[in-house]
């Protein structure tokens, strides 16, 4: 199957779908593999090594779309994609499309079939998403630190404070004990923060707190609320598969926060968890409401592209492969489940 490589649009996404060596791994497969030029540069994978395992470089979108049946891609189509594509294409990246109900149409009027990275699921996990979201956990502490400097507008808190002395350590509040939410809390509670996590779920609570006993965790919405008012950074992290967040936080919840406090809203792409939470690019990653300090990039391991891209790689190779597949849409259970949008019909909830 031709299979194409687009140059991602959405502002400072770095990402791209594959490493040469995935490339040369479909390549072997008896693939053919197609990239727009300069589509690896922010990764730092440069045209000359894919071109090294035999992807064919095309000098515009539109060569690139023509050229291939498969489009694989990282983050979902903009505008300026989807005047490329048709119905004859199959779209592979991560959609959202729960909380995103324009494009949800856009595709379904293209007539394509779609897939999203978030909705593959095997073995009760998300394979493709889960490296993305521990990195987006890792971020939301490191952006969320910075976040807290007086400079940057925050209350003026070193997070994890300083070994000596009666200091201030900072208290940290996750939402959700996924994939994103474990990270955040391990990189917090390394940093000597005071961390809290609360999760509905009593197995993944009991999961963390055997991998640092040192961690709070609740499973009480009431008591969750409770801590807002002594909380510096909150992280959203709660996430329903194939589902909008919920709005766990109210924004006359935020009232009870201290000003200069930060929220850095993971769950932005489907929705957000926080009633206050819009999508925001890494150009304006930021914005004040109720006196706290909102970080809701939509694409946050854009941010760090070179790690991400490699995630994303590791694990992306064996389920492109199975879309090139006779019948896959209809012999493989777990790809035919992860179809969002096919032959002008929307096959998931909406909003």
Same mark, same amino acid.
């Given at each position: 199957?031709?299979?194409?490589?687009?140059?991602?649009?959405?502002?400072?996404?770095?990402?791209?779908?594959?490493?040469?060596?995935?490339?040369?791994?479909?390549?072997?497969?008896?693939?053919?593999?197609?990239?727009?030029?300069?589509?690896?540069?922010?990764?730092?994978?440069?045209? !000359?090594?894919?071109? @090294?395992?035999?992807?064919?470089?095309?000098?515009?979108?539109?060569?690139?779309?023509? !050229? !291939?049946?498969?489009?694989?891609?990282?983050?979902?189509?903009?505008?300026?994609?989807? $005047?490329?594509?048709?119905?004859?294409?199959?779209?592979?990246? #991560?959609?959202?499309?729960?909380?995103?109900?324009?494009? =949800?149409?856009? @595709?379904?009027?293209?007539?394509?079939?779609?897939?999203? #990275?978030?909705?593959?699921?095997?073995?009760?996990?998300?394979?493709?998403?889960?490296?993305?979201?521990?990195?987006?956990?890792?971020? *939301?502490?490191? $952006?969320?630190?910075?976040?807290?400097?007086?400079?940057?507008?925050?209350?003026?808190?070193?997070?994890?404070?300083?070994?000596?002395?009666?200091?201030?350590?900072?208290?940290?509040?996750?939402?959700?004990?996924?994939?994103?939410?474990?990270?955040?809390?391990?990189?917090?509670?390394?940093?000597?923060?005071?961390?809290?996590?609360?999760?509905? *779920?009593?197995?993944?609570? =009991?999961?963390? %707190?055997?991998?640092?006993?040192?961690?709070?965790?609740?499973?009480?919405?009431?008591?969750?609320?409770?801590?807002?008012?002594?909380?510096?950074?909150?992280?959203?992290?709660?996430? $329903?598969?194939?589902?909008?967040?919920?709005?766990?936080?109210? %924004?006359?919840?935020?009232? @009870?926060?201290?000003?200069?406090?930060?929220?850095?809203?993971?769950?932005?792409?489907?929705?957000?968890?926080?009633?206050?939470? %819009?999508?925001?690019?890494?150009?304006?990653?930021? #914005? +004040?409401?109720?006196?706290?300090?909102? #970080?809701?990039?939509?694409?946050?391991?854009?941010?760090?592209?070179?790690?991400?891209?490699?995630?994303?790689?590791? +694990?992306?190779? =064996?389920?492109?492969?199975?879309?090139?597949?006779?019948?896959?849409?209809?012999?493989?259970?777990?790809?035919?489940?992860?179809?969002?949008?096919?032959?002008?019909?929307?096959?998931?909830?909406?909003?």
């Amino acid at each position: 199957m031709n299979i194409g490589i687009p140059k991602e649009t959405k502002i400072a996404e770095g990402r791209v779908a594959l490493t040469p060596r995935s490339c040369e791994e479909l390549i072997v497969n008896g693939h053919k593999l197609y990239m727009q030029q300069g589509a690896g540069l922010l990764s730092g994978f440069k045209d !000359s090594e894919y071109r @090294l395992v035999g992807v064919s470089i095309c000098s515009s979108a539109e060569e690139l779309y023509q !050229s !291939s049946q498969l489009i694989v891609k990282v983050k979902e189509p903009l505008e300026n994609d989807l $005047i490329y594509l048709t119905s004859q294409h199959i779209l592979f990246c #991560f959609l959202h499309l729960a909380a995103n109900e324009k494009l =949800a149409n856009d @595709l379904s009027r293209i007539g394509l079939t779609a897939i999203g #990275f978030e909705s593959v699921r095997e073995h009760n996990q998300l394979p493709i998403l889960k490296p993305m979201s521990e990195i987006a956990g890792k971020l *939301s502490v490191q $952006i969320g630190t910075t976040l807290l400097h007086q400079y940057q507008g925050g209350v003026g808190l070193l997070l994890g404070g300083l070994s000596v002395g009666a200091i201030d350590k900072g208290q940290v509040l996750v939402l959700g004990a996924g994939s994103a939410g474990k990270q955040a809390a391990l990189l917090a509670r390394k940093m000597g923060a005071h961390v809290f996590v609360y999760d509905k *779920s009593l197995t993944a609570l =009991a999961e963390l %707190r055997k991998i640092d006993p040192l961690i709070q965790t609740i499973n009480n919405e009431n008591d969750c609320l409770s801590l807002l008012e002594t909380t510096n950074l909150l992280v959203g992290a709660l996430h $329903i598969a194939g589902k909008k967040s919920p709005r766990f936080i109210k %924004r006359s919840h935020l009232k @009870l926060m201290m000003d200069g406090a930060v929220i850095v809203d993971i769950s932005v792409d489907q929705g957000g968890c926080i009633e206050t939470t %819009r999508p925001t690019s890494y150009n304006e990653p930021t #914005f +004040v409401e109720e006196g706290v300090i909102h #970080f809701c990039v939509a694409n946050m391991p854009g941010a760090v592209p070179r790690t991400a891209t490699q995630a994303l790689s590791a +694990v992306l190779p =064996a389920y492109i492969h199975r879309l090139t597949q006779e019948g896959w849409g209809e012999q493989d259970a777990v790809m035919k489940s992860a179809i969002n949008v096919k032959a002008g019909k929307v096959l998931i909830n909406l909003l």
